[in-house]
């Protein structure tokens, strides 16, 4: 009989309200690693671009619909890398954080010849939150820039603080230990690379120049174009002639793409076929600690083929 009195007493008590960690969506691989380090132990981030798969034409799930306009929150890099998720925005009431627009968020254009064969329409921008400045030509593979990931996890911390303000702190001093970590990784990967400085290479697609301008890497061209578009026959003939030349140590394929082509302009040149590289990390482990694998994985790729 107490038991019983007890147990009504307790429920006749008001209920505390437990604070509610945002139901957050990312793009890709690297984007849901950072912010997977700021959420820490509260909770997982979504993320859609599934292994294997090509960032730029990527097609999603109802599943993966759904879960976009459950969100509170969409961290993202942009329309420019992945028009797919602009489009699925249109009809979703969360909140859109694309890190590319930060106004601290460190840009730079494609070298001359390897943006996109033609700019996004405006729509694509559609629910991608307002901007201030134009990014036409601009590339979206910003988090090659480790400076940038150190911004973005504090831009993440402070999204997720006022969705769940009870839990600022920890998202605080998450983003600061990720930044630590950055800086750590950023450290020994400058060391790793010195040797490698003034030995030029071409890529797959142009989805490393800011890692090549961050680490003052000689990346001389590539055989796509930043949306990894199929070339045309005048970029093939181009290319082909510059490794006739001799003029590259180097030439780097990537996971996500047949390898067929760039091995047969290859074919009676001095250049080196390197190990193929992944700029995005879909063939990686998810996870925390998927961004870190994904600048090391390059780093090590680079370094293998030009050093020998």
């Given at each position: 009989m107490m038991r019983y009195i007890i147990s009504l007493a307790l429920s006749s008590l008001p209920t505390l309200a437990l604070a509610e960690v945002p139901n957050v969506v990312?793009?890709?691989?690297?984007?849901?690693?950072?912010?997977?380090?700021?959420?820490?132990?509260?909770?997982?981030?979504?993320?859609?671009?599934?292994?294997?798969?090509?960032?730029?034409?990527?097609?999603?799930?109802?599943?993966?619909?759904?879960?976009?306009?459950?969100?509170?929150?969409?961290?993202?890099?942009?329309?420019?890398?992945?028009?797919?998720?602009?489009?699925?925005?249109?009809?979703?009431?969360?909140?859109?954080?694309?890190?590319?627009?930060a106004k601290a968020t460190q840009t730079q254009a494609y070298p001359d010849g390897q943006g996109e064969e033609e700019p996004h329409d405006d729509a694509d921008h559609a629910n991608s939150t307002e901007h201030t400045h134009a990014h036409d030509g601009t590339d979206p593979h910003a988090w090659m820039n480790p400076a940038n990931a150190a911004i973005w996890v504090d831009l993440i911390a402070a999204d997720l603080a006022t969705l769940d303000p009870d839990h600022a702190t920890t998202y605080t001093a998450n983003a600061a230990a990720a930044k630590a970590r950055i800086t750590t990784m950023d450290a020994e990967i400058t060391a790793q690379?010195?040797?490698?400085?003034?030995?030029?290479?071409?890529?797959?697609?142009?989805?490393?120049?800011?890692?090549?301008?961050?680490?003052?890497?000689?990346?001389?061209?590539?055989?796509?174009?930043?949306?990894?578009?199929?070339?045309?026959?005048?970029?093939?003939?181009?290319?082909?002639?510059?490794?006739?030349?001799?003029?590259?140590?180097?030439?780097?394929?990537?996971?996500?793409?047949?390898?067929?082509?760039?091995?047969?302009?290859?074919?009676?040149?001095?250049t080196k076929l390197g190990a193929p590289l992944d700029p995005v990390g879909s063939s990686l482990a998810f996870g925390p600690d998927a961004y870190d694998t994904l600048m090391r994985s390059i780093a090590n790729a680079l370094t293998a083929c030009l050093n020998g």
């Open positions: 990312t793009d890709i691989p690297p984007v849901h690693a950072l912010v997977s380090q700021v959420m820490g132990d509260l909770g997982t981030p979504a993320l859609l671009l599934e292994k294997g798969a090509d960032e730029h034409d990527f097609q999603l799930r109802p599943s993966q619909m759904q879960s976009i306009a459950d969100a509170d929150t969409v961290i993202w890099i942009g329309p420019e890398l992945t028009p797919w998720l602009s489009r699925a925005m249109t009809d979703s009431e969360a909140v859109s954080l694309p890190l590319l627009y690379l010195t040797d490698i400085k003034h030995k030029p290479f071409v890529t797959f697609h142009a989805a490393y120049g800011y890692f090549a301008s961050h680490y003052g890497l000689q990346h001389h061209g590539s055989l796509a174009l930043g949306d990894a578009t199929t070339p045309g026959a005048a970029k093939l003939t181009e290319l082909q002639g510059q490794l006739k030349s001799g003029q590259y140590a180097c030439a780097f394929p990537e996971v996500q793409h047949d390898p067929a082509m760039l091995t047969q302009l290859m074919q009676g040149t001095a």
